[in-house]
């Protein structure tokens, strides 16, 4: 039996699915009953918890041989480092009091860095945290996930248009969802192998004017055009659509740091090991 937390999510659902269809036992971890039922009905055990609540994640964990784990975070939280802080300490406790002999955790590119990435300083701290208390861990360090670009859809559809915070003409690493949960499913499969980490980007990386290329054909049929944004405009332009002012702040220095290249995989080259879906596919996979 493996324990798969996020799978009313973009990775956690492939995680969950990929295991089951490999003939596997899995115990779904949904915070809501009712978002279990879909998993029920394709033969999974659910386990009800909040990521924060250490016994019932440890209840969870509970007689499993492996578990994949998520540190989500909600981009409305006035608090987003605190709570995604607690959330990852109660996950730490609830692996140390169950014991789970592997534990596949979905960390980010630039995990290594204890400072200056934004949201992703709460990886570097669960990466810690896992490390000192899980048997056997293994972090997958996901690239800048090709459907963050999800929220653009609706500009590119309606004015042909990809407005970027990304620099125009520069290629950064992307991976769709489908390949994160699928090199965790076969990692859990693969059973512990010590303190592993997993650098993970899609076949190509991509500049904006790519991503406008793939966007556009998949949602117009013809090119779309990049419209790159100032960095200035990183919290005016996400608070307007619901972002906390600290959440946007955060994402104001994760776009900082991807310019400067201080986000970056800590190996590079030939230690990244490369997905199958490319941006076209991830898009049209949104799109349908
Ligand atoms: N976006 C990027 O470019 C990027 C890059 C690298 C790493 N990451 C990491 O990827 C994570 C997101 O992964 P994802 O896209 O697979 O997830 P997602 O699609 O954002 O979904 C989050 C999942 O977690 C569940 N969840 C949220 N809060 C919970 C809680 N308190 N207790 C229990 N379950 C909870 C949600 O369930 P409900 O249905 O109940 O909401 C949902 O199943 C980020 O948090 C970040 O750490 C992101």
């Known amino acids: 039996m493996f324990a798969v937390a996020g799978v009313t999510g973009n990775t956690g659902s492939v995680v969950a699915r990929e295991l089951l269809a490999a003939g596997e036992k899995v115990r779904v971890i949904v915070r809501d009953a009712a978002k279990g039922q879909a998993w029920e009905a394709k033969g999974a055990d659910v386990a009800v918890a909040q990521l924060d609540d250490a016994a019932a994640v440890a209840r969870a964990l509970e007689g499993v041989k492996g578990a994949y784990l998520l540190s989500p975070t909600s981009v409305a939280s006035t608090d987003p480092l605190g709570e995604s802080r607690s959330q990852v300490d109660a996950m730490a406790r609830a692996v140390a009091a169950s014991a789970v002999p592997h534990v596949v955790f979905l960390s980010s590119i630039a995990a290594h860095h204890p400072e200056r990435t934004g949201p992703i300083v709460s990886v570097h701290h ?100 990049v419209v790159p944004l100032p960095l200035e405009q990183v919290v005016p332009v996400l608070t307007s659509f619901g972002v906390s002012a600290p959440m946007a702040a955060l994402y104001r220095e994760l776009y900082e740091s991807l310019h400067t290249g201080h986000v970056d995989f800590e190996r590079r080259d030939g230690a990244v090991v490369r997905g199958k879906v490319g941006a076209e596919a991830a898009f049209a996979a949104l799109a349908a």
């Open 126 to 225: 669960a990466e810690e945290r896992l490390s000192a208390v899980a048997r056997d861990v293994t972090f997958i360090r996901a690239a800048y996930f090709l459907e963050n670009w999800r929220s653009v859809f609706a500009a590119v559809k309606g004015d042909g248009v990809l407005p970027s915070f990304l620099q125009p003409g520069r290629a950064f690493p992307m991976v769709a969802t489908e390949d994160i949960g699928r090199v965790a499913a076969e990692r859990l499969l693969a059973g512990p192998a010590g303190r592993r980490v997993i650098e993970l980007a899609g076949p190509e990386d991509y500049t904006p004017e790519a991503i406008a290329g793939a966007l556009g054909k998949v949602l117009l049929g013809r090119e779309a055009h």
